[in-house]
């Protein structure tokens, strides 16, 4: 039969009727495993609940009425995750989750999990996750964040949810989600651990509970055998972690209950009480296909899908509540049948509630935050001269702009009792170009901390802080190295708010070391001038100043949006202007600026302003307001031209009212991008003036080439420089 839902569907009622079933691959008891009958049922229930939903959403979806296509079926085991771990255990699972999510509401008196996941099913605007935006397995109440489509993207930040348990405990975090007992558990499938992603995660978890560092993890591997169509050899994911040092493996057979039962409390002791990693395979079946579009016949043989198909779970569960005589045969068909009415009753009523969001709707979610916190008070002279010691004289002269981002780090930490510093070398080293010097000696290896070379952990390790109250202020130490990871901001961080309506947050400032001009040092990997990877993510904020001052008041208001919204910043530091003193001449310091007023932000999309020329408007940004300031004096100097350089500041989001208000009615303007021209700030600001600016002014762009940036002299020859924006305003101007 082509309709394979259908045949398990006959073949469970056909199967138990019949008294036919598989043969155990296990034997553990219900007495070994303390499982009495009462609890036995219950899991049973779960799955047979679980299941009714498979089926109930692929008969919606026939109609074009269901938008679900993964299902959890031959995954009804994880109902047991749902029993053997806390409510205050956060739970990072996959699509295969239904079971679980339905057993773990059982914990909490009131829940509805079967209406509340068929209105995801039908993406209904009264889905209580996600409001109707995807169909999502996730509750605030349940402490479960939502998650997607995950291909192992989530393990990252279980580890940071589960590393930031110890340390919110040590701290005393009053703003902490988890209590100091808590476990985090992470599901995942076979082939979805072959991914660089888990692979990091696993091995950075190892790295840190080797240091005997508290790592109160259980990895949930779901092991079906297979991946799409792709097959996970055998005994493979055995070889690769029943040995791993430091990581305590547990082998559960699927099928059995209670040897699941069994093996999910081992593993939740272990890890509860050592506070140490475990790894629980649990070996299983996947019926159903992959997908609702998945015709599995087409790479495995009819035979094969039957013989999988008798190894359904439900008919292991049933097997062994008959065995132990707790229900009859037709007991368990009522169960079954009872179920099916019940869930196609709430299935009928789910499909007529609201489904349609308007595109504000929509937008509002990627921003949205449900629970603001509050800030603390800005910082002191007191309590900041008492931070520096000695050196707050020092300090109080105008400072270069690493100084001064060193400075407001230790300002936040300060401020912040949740702020944490950490990525590669930041921490004893003080960073590759000494920005966080003196931030480990002053606040401490829990607060200031370096981390494995992994992007991926960098970033999943800030997210997962984020989840338990902190305020992560990771480092990535080069702006190219980002896209080793840039899936953890835009799959996993940017996306959280805009699948939970805001319940779920994960502020964060994200500092990365980046943009073009190093001399002595660079080529495409240290050197990157493409900002492109961030601007096209909804709802991420992204920053670049461009000299000391600004970069104080900006990272203040990103630390606001991070704690307080719940917003995912991201902090570009221009490397070639970190150590910039002078502006025009050898020794003028007319780029050094003091320490701005603790009070004082930069407003989100406020732009920086400088002169007021009437001839030529120059927008740019980062390392391009120098060079523009540089251009602006010879333009005046030498030939008489009047100009206004504005700093865009923020790339994201970009005040367009503003940038037009302040070009105003202005005949020539000239943009000056310092990334590559091709998918630019540029391009956008054009095509914005373009479309709102009548009459439109004469428009020219100054932009790096489309090339990687080379080693060595040449490390300039494709950016923008002083003289080419000098010739290019002059070309503007008519004037050559």
Known sequence: MYNRAEVVDQNFIKFVREG??????????????????????????????????????????????????????????????GKAFRLTDMAFVHYRSCAFMIQRAKQLP?????????????????????????????????MVPPQTSTIASHLPKALGAALSIGRAKDLKLSTSVMP???????????????????????????WVAHQNVGMPLVFLCEDNGIGISVSTPDRWLESQYGQRHGL?????????????????????????????????????????????????????????????????????????????????NEDLIKIYKNMEARVAAIGEYANTRPKYLKP????????????????????????MAEVFGKEWPKLQ????????????????????????????????????YNVTDGLWKRFGPRRVFNSPLDEQTILGTAIGFAHNGFLPIPEIQFLAYVHNAEDQIRGEAATLAFFSQGQFTNGMVIRIAGLPYQKGFGGHFHNDNS??????????????????????????????????????????????????????????????????????????GEPGIYGDGKDLTLVTYGNGVHLSQQAVKILSDQHNVSAKVIDLRWIAPINGDRLREEIGSARHVLIVDECRKTGSLSEWVAGHLAEHLDPMPRLKIVAADDCFIPLGKAAAAGLPSKDQIVTAALKLLNRI
């Not at 002269?397 to 400075?407: G, S, T, V």
């Open 20 to 81: 036919r079933f598989p043969e155990a691959r296990s034997h553990t008891t219900a007495d070994m495993a303390d499982l009495p009958a009462h609890e036995l049922m219950d899991l049973f229930e779960t799955q047979v609940m679980s299941r009714q939903m498979d089926l109930r959403a692929r008969i919606l979806k026939e109609k074009g009425e269901c938008f679900y296509t993964i299902g959890s079926s031959g995954h009804e085991g994880n109902a047991v995750w």
């Open 110 to 142: 009131g829940s509805t999990p079967l209406y509340d996941t068929m209105l995801s099913f039908v993406a209904s605007s009264e889905d209580p996750i996600a409001g109707g935006r995807h169909k999502v397995f996730g509750s605030y109440p349940l």
């Open 180 to 206: 100091s007992d808590a476990i985090v558990i992470c599901s995942f499938g076979d082939a979805s651990i072959n991914h660089s992603t888990a692979v990091g995660a696993v091995n950075s978890t190892l």
């Open 248 to 328: 305590y493996y547990v082998e559960a057979d699927g099928l059995n209950l209670c040897d699941l039962y069994m093996k999910a409390r081992e593993a939740e002791r272990y890890a509860r009480l050592r506070r140490k990693p475990v790894f629980l395979h649990m070996r299983t079946v996947r019926l159903l296909g992959h997908a609702g579009s998945d015709m599995e016949t087409s790479y495995r043989s009819l035979q094969e899908i039957e013989a999988t198909e008798f190894n359904d779970p439900l008919l292991h569960s049933a097997r062994i509540i008959l065995e132990h005589g707790y229900a009859s």
């Open 360 to 383: 504000e709707e929509v937008r509002a979610s990627l921003v949205a935050c449900a629970f603001p916190k509050e800030e603390p008070p800005p910082a002191t002279e007191p309590q």
């Open 397 to 432: 002269q105008p400072l270069h702009l690493a100084k001064l981002i060193n400075m407001v780090l230790h300002e936040t930490l300060s401020r912040f009792p949740g702020a944490v510093v950490f990525g590669e070398d930041v921490a004893q080293k003080g960073g590759v």
């Open 531 to 604: 900002l492109a990877v961030f601007r096209d993510i909804p709802g991420v904020i992204v920053a670049v100043p461009s000299n000391g001052a600004d970069a104080v008041k900006m990272f203040r208001t990103c630390c606001h949006e991070a704690w307080v919204n719940g917003r995912v910043c991201v902090f570009v530091e221009p490397i070639a202007l970190y150590m910039t003193r002078d502006l025009h001449e050898t020794n003028d310091k007319g780029w050094t600026f003091t320490y701005p007023p603790y009070e004082e932000r930069i407003d989100l």
